[in-house]
């Protein structure tokens, strides 16, 4: 098989694959639109310092079908994300493997240690994933919230992010975040964007926020001791900056289920079940000695003066 990384050459391929992939980063998929886009793959040819890569594996008979894989990675970052993989036809197929392999070996040279990847639990494509040393490690849930939200009179306390509450949201993110899920997705690597809502002084919500042409995706982080958590949201989307006529989505992991209470309230549509799967990433590196052990390396004993014998000298 042909593995290597995506040109101009590709273009007709990608363009009969646009409408035949399978997505794993739904932030971009519902901002953006569940579309392979043909720019995003030339510029990870001409310029792959945008942090966008995308692989082909060609079988070498010819025979079967090509895949195309594309990943995100920031510079300097721990964390990559897998984009998509097409054509659905052929994931079932060995070579995907292959091509899943080769990204790993990508990304890992450029400093990742984990790969990411967003899939419905009961999909064919779940088990692919975990046959490819994938794992899951947290569930979430996409809600799409209602167009008709009621206005309310009183004054929203929530407000713009600023750098000064950046360690109060750290503490918040620490609170309610499992370590586990820490591992992989620090908030400290992460350039915050979204709303702060605060109780006397003391912060009880971050929503993290990211905006796209098709919608607004909306990460809270609500603190458990607020009240009326229907209120709380309801009061985030009518003061969403710049919302115009897009639809949001709350993405709700498991470890703040209970949010999913407040958003039936309101109304919002609930997506299926999915599984955040991760893949951790190492390199294998010979380890050199720092020193050498002549008795052991070369079969010589060491000259030494014995023990007994030095307690007889210091008797003396």
């Given at each position: ?32 639109g569940e579309i392979l886009v043909p720019s995003r793959a030339m510029l990870s040819y001409f310029a792959s310092t945008i942090g966008v890569?995308?692989?082909?594996c060609t079988p070498e008979d010819k025979q079967g079908e090509t895949l195309l894989g594309q990943v995100t990675h920031g510079q300097g ?144 982080f609500i603190h458990p001791d607020i009240r009326d958590i229907t209120e709380l949201v309801r009061d985030l989307l009518i003061n969403l ?76």
């Open positions: 098989m042909n593995l290597r990384q995506f040109d101009w050459r590709d273009l007709p391929l990608l363009l009969r694959y646009r409408h035949r992939g399978i997505f794993f980063d739904y932030a971009s998929v519902l901002t953006r890569y995308t692989y082909l970052k721990q964390l990559a994300h897998l984009s998509f993989l097409a054509p659905v036809t052929a994931l079932d197929d060995d070579n995907l493997f292959a091509l899943l392999d080769h990204i790993v070996q990508q990304i890992g040279k450029r400093g990742a240690f984990h790969l990411l990847a967003e899939v419905e639990e009961r999909s064919p494509t779940f088990e692919n994933l975990r046959q490819a040393g994938f794992a899951q490690y947290v569930h979430q849930r996409i809600w799409q919230s209602p167009t008709d939200i009621q206005q309310t009179e009183s004054q929203s306390q929530w407000r713009d992010i600023t750098s000064q509450d950046a360690i109060a949201v750290r503490s918040l993110y620490d609170m309610l975040v499992p370590a586990l899920v820490q591992q992989v997705e620090s908030l400290l690597n992460k350039r915050m964007k979204g709303l702060v809502y605060y109780v006397d002084d003391e912060l009880m919500a971050y929503a993290e926020i990211r905006y796209g042409q098709q919608g607004i995706w909306v990460k809270p900056p710049n919302r115009h006529s897009r639809p949001v989505y709350f993405c709700i992991r498991s470890y703040q289920s209970w949010l999913e209470n407040a958003l039936e309230d309101l109304q919002a549509d609930p997506g299926p079940m999915q599984v955040v799967m991760v893949k951790h990433l190492a390199v294998a590196k010979k380890v050199r000695n720092s020193f050498a052990i002549p008795n052991l390396e070369s079969g010589t004993q060491e000259i030494t003066t014995p023990f007994v014998n030095s307690e007889r000298q210091n008797s003396i």
